[in-house]
Nanobody, 115 residues
Framework: QVQLVESGGGLVQPGGSLRLSCAAS????????MGWYRQAPGKQRELVVV???????NYADSVKGRFTISRDNAKNTVYLQMNSLEPEDTAVYYC?????????WGQGTQVTVSS
């Protein structure tokens, strides 16, 4: 079925920026919800932000004003621009796609914010 490929993770200093990408292997159709979750060691996976096919977004309070999700429908790709990164943002970030046929996850990409 649909495969999600993530990229863009890495090590950055506090206050730095990083941009994550998530590309779907095929067209995901007209109706979908796509976004990012993250999971730090010993913690539960949590929502970062999601965007639906209508363009509506939902951000976690912890990232509002710092992270921005965008999409390129023609490329079946979503992006996560992360600015003003903090050590608390350190986690594995997972792309997520929800469509009528199922829920799909990317492989995860490590984001480490450390001085």
């Amino acid at each position: 079925q649909v495969q999600l490929v993530e990229s863009g993770g890495g090590l950055v200093q506090p206050g730095g920026s990083l941009r994550l990408s998530c590309a779907a292997s095929e067209s995901i159709g007209r109706f979908f919800s796509m976004g990012w979750y993250r999971q730090a060691p010993g913690k539960q996976r949590e929502l970062v932000v999601v965007i639906n096919s209508g363009g509506r977004t939902n951000y976690a309070d912890s990232v509002k004003g710092r992270f921005t999700i965008s999409r390129d429908n023609a490329k079946n790709t979503v992006y996560l621009q992360m600015n003003s990164l903090e050590p608390e943002d350190t986690a594995v970030y997972y792309c997520n796609l929800a469509i009528a046929l199922g829920i799909y996850w990317g492989q995860g990409t490590q984001v480490t914010v450390s001085s």
